[in-house]
Structure formats: structure tokens, C-alpha cells
């Protein structure tokens, strides 16, 4: 044998045996598809795709004969995805929960006027602040300015403040939990929010607890989404929490949306349900 083949052979070799160990590693990696970043589970152990998803009740005091009503806070510069999402979610419900009636949807701008969203569509909102009824779901999809100037706009944190503090549940989307977190109403709750602002809302609001590598969060009345296309993780997630998993089955086939989600597609924090239900801990992954 030449020197010059003894040679690529060996090289071949040991370029084998690196990728071998690549290879091994990353299938033992604690980030693998559908588990939950460790860190984010603080003290809960960390679940992999194949623990079954632990649903909690819904709310002691949850009637559904009873209607629950969804604002959807619009601005100009609110993302579709994030306000269609959830949105499109809860419209369906009514077909799915008879005779129950399910969740009513609108959409309430400041002042009622219409909005534009950052990809350019005109919403014509159902109300504006000072005519808006009683709200059961309080939705924060994220905006172009939910980060900036939409957090030095006094009315429309108060009016979230009040409106949130009376609503059974507070969802927000991507960027939205700057939103619920400015005013007040993230407190004592972990959350989450978009992948690439998750350091800047660490820095803003120090005294809350991030969890990272999560569709959403769940702790009580607050719902904290990443956003995105992971928008609808936590609406068919509630309708599930609420009506279970034969409505959100009924609306995720209507969608054309896998639910149950299969494995290793969903990885959430589920940390209690709402009023009057006991709190549990549970990291899950479905």
C-alpha cells in the first residue's frame, strides 16, 4: 500500500469516527425535538415527547352554558399571525361546544377607529375602549410597537390594567406580554414571549419569571404565548382546558390542525388553572 493511500484511509477513518460521535451526542442533547429546555422547567423534572400531556380541570366556577366573551386588543401595527390565530381559534367554538355557546369574539381599537396591521390589512374593530363590553378572555396579540411606544401609551395600559384585572383569563402573543407585563398584570406569574425578545423582556421586567423553549405558558388566569405560528398552540390549548378535547378536536379538524398535537409538536408549562382549581407543577410535552 502507498503512503499516499495509507494516509487518505486513515483520514476517512477518523472523519468517520467524528461524525459517529456527532451524531450520538446530539441524539442525547436535552434540546432534542419536543422537549422542553431544562433551564425553563426550573424544579419540574424534565419531560420527554413521550409523557403523556397531563390536562388540568377548567376553573371550579367555569359554567359552559355559559358565553365567554374574547376582546382582542387591535392597534395599528398588530401582526396578523398572532391576532388570527387565536382569533380563528375561538370563532369556531360555538360549533363545537353545542349547546353550550361557546366563545364570542371582537376586536376593540383605543379610540373604535379603524387599524392597520403591519402586513397592510384594514380592521374595522367592533368597539373602542370607551364602549367595550365586559371582556371573559383578554387577547394581546403582538404589534410593530409593543415593545416601544405602545408602552408609554397611558390609556391603552390603563385600559388593559382594568380590563385585564376583570377578565377570567389573559392571553398574550409574541410580544404582547410586554403589554400585559407593563401593566402590572404578569406578576408573580411565569411567562414567556417571542424567541429573539426574550432577553430584552428579561431586562424590562426583571422581577418575572422567563421560561424559555416553550410554545406557551400557563399559570393560572395568564396564558403568555411565543407567537407566530405557535399562536394557535395556546388557543386550541384553552379551548381543550375549557371544553375538552372533543371541542378542540371539532375546531382543530375545522383548521385542519392535529389535535391532539403529536408528538414532540407541542411543549408548553402548564403551572395551574384558573380561579378556584388547584395549582399543579407540570412541565409537559406532547
Not at 108 to 117: A, K, N
Not at 164 to 187: I, P, Q, Y
Request: aromatic letters at 8%; proline letters at 7%; charged letters at 15%.
Amino acid at each position: 500500500m502507498s503512503k499516499t493511500r495509507f494516509l487518505l484511509l486513515t483520514v476517512a477513518a477518523l472523519a468517520g469516527l467524528f461524525v459517529a460521535v456527532l451524531v450520538a451526542a446530539c441524539r442525547e442533547s436535552p434540546l432534542a425535538a419536543g422537549e422542553v429546555d431544562a433551564a425553563s422547567v426550573s424544579s419540574a423534572a424534565r419531560f420527554s415527547s413521550t409523557t403523556p400531556w397531563q390536562r388540568l380541570p377548567p376553573p371550579a366556577d367555569f359554567a359552559p352554558d355559559q358565553v365567554l366573551r374574547a376582546g382582542f386588543l387591535v392597534v395599528d401595527g398588530v401582526y396578523n399571525s398572532e391576532l388570527m390565530a387565536p382569533y380563528d381559534v375561538f370563532h369556531h367554538t360555538p360549533f363545537h361546544t353545542a349547546p353550550g355557546p361557546g366563545i364570542e369574539v371582537f376586536t376593540v381599537s383605543p379610540d373604535g377607529t379603524p387599524v392597520t396591521t403591519f402586513e397592510g390589512l384594514r380592521i374595522d374593530p367592533h368597539y373602542g375602549f370607551a364602549d367595550a363590553p365586559a371582556i371573559d378572555i383578554l387577547v394581546v396579540p403582538s404589534a410593530e410597537h409593543s415593545m416601544d411606544t405602545d408602552l408609554d401609551n397611558l390609556a391603552l395600559i390603563a385600559w388593559v390594567r382594568d380590563s385585564g384585572a376583570r377578565a377570567r383569563f389573559l392571553v398574550s402573543l409574541c410580544d404582547g406580554a410586554f403589554v400585559l407585563a407593563k401593566a402590572g398584570l404578569l406578576d408573580g406569574h411565569a411567562v414567556t414571549t417571542f424567541p429573539g425578545d426574550q432577553d430584552r423582556f428579561a431586562a424590562a421586567f426583571p422581577h418575572l419569571d422567563v421560561r424559555r423553549g416553550v410554545s406557551f405558558v400557563h399559570d393560572h388566569k395568564t396564558l403568555t404565548s411565543a407567537g407566530g405560528a405557535k399562536s394557535y398552540d395556546v388557543a386550541m390549548y384553552l379551548v381543550d382546558h375549557l371544553y375538552g378535547e372533543p371541542a378542540a378536536r371539532g375546531v382543530g379538524g375545522g383548521l385542519l390542525l392535529d389535535w391532539p398535537p403529536k408528538n414532540g409538536a407541542m411543549a408548553a408549562i402548564v403551572l395551574g388553572s384558573g380561579a378556584g382549581s388547584p395549582a399543579t407543577a407540570e412541565a409537559t410535552t406532547r
